[in-house]
């Protein structure tokens, strides 16, 4: 089967940009009306909307495996964040590879080994949690520069998150960045994005784009986490005053979940939404670099997350827990070719197992017959 073709007979292009533990209802389009995202907006102007997408587990290297395969955690054995994923099954990315697409992924994988094989041609990884974060390109180009992410390992690493000092504790994480906006994760990652579809050949192209943040800690770097006002913010549905007791025997929390206070929740929020608001900004970038090669129409633009975050609801923050709606339930925006169904609005209940035969159908690939989604256009 050939490479499909829009309207213009031109080959279409797939960029998939996927966030790490986006609440969705953290988006001006999904209704929020303090967090400030006008691209992914737009998106979602000249797309189509998903108001009920969960993903299939809220741990990320497993729903990672289940986009990529359109298979649950149980099918595809990718139980844990250190799990690998077997080279036998299909993928929506070894699939567009046959057909003869160039496919290329910057950014958060979360694979094992970091450098897995699951149809990408080309790998530049900015990693967080486990042996990523000491092999991929990010960290080496942080180590060349004689800088650490110092806020991010002291999260991230046991060995020193246990000897964090008392301010770590008492912000929830809510610090700011001790690197600049330049050398900061989201930063670097836009830039291997925006340098990808630079170089985008009238031949199909796919590009995943994944965002570290905004998964904790909460540390946008000076530039951004100054946007918000904590007093300004409405505390997002679901807080109580107090924890439940069920939800502390599940899981006493990444940071202690009866320590919660709402000025610590607004200052969290502030931050949480300050990542938001910088990953929006470098989605702009790569709307503006497809509008000015000419090939914005012809992209399929999908912007989702690996799972959610509670946020305050139940007096719960991070993860780790009962599968709450903000936990399992992801934005979901796609901008389809020729800007198909541009502005809509599904109230269905779709999964990210749904994603890759979306792809695969408007590249003119057949999903595998073992993919357990839809194609969401049918």
Known sequence: MRIRENSNGRPINVLLILADQHRSDCLGAYGNKD????????????????ENCFCTSPLCTPSRYSMLTSLYAHQHRGW????????????????LRKKGYSTKAVGKMHFAPTYLDVGFDELVLAEQNGPGRYEDDYHRYLKRKGLVDAIDLMDQVEEYRADAPAHYWESF???ESNLSDEDYSTTW???????AIEKWGET???LMVGFIKPHHPYDAP??????????????????????????LRKHPGTFPHTELTISKLRKVMAYYYASITQIDFHVGRMIKMLKEKNMYDNT???????????LGFHHLLVKKNYMYDPLVKIPLIIKYPDQQLAGTRSEALVTNLDIAPTILHQAGCPSDELMQGKDLLT
């Open 300 to 310: 399929m633009i999908i912007y989702t997350s690996d799972h959610g975050e509670y």
């Open 222 to 247: 000076a530039e951004w986490n100054q946007m918000y006002d904590p007093d300004d913010l409405t505390v997002l549905p679901g807080w109580i005053e107090s924890c439940l007791e069920q939800d």
């Open 189 to 195: 990652i836009g830039e291997q994005a925006i340098s």
């Open 35 to 50: 967090v400030y995202t006008p691209n992914i907006d737009s998106l979602a102007h000249d797309g189509m909307l998903f």
């Open 204 to 206: 199909g192209n796919l």
């Open 173 to 175: 994480g809510a610090l």
């Open 80 to 95: 844990s964040n250190y799990a690998t994923l077997s080279s036998g099954f299909s993928t929506f990315a070894r699939a």
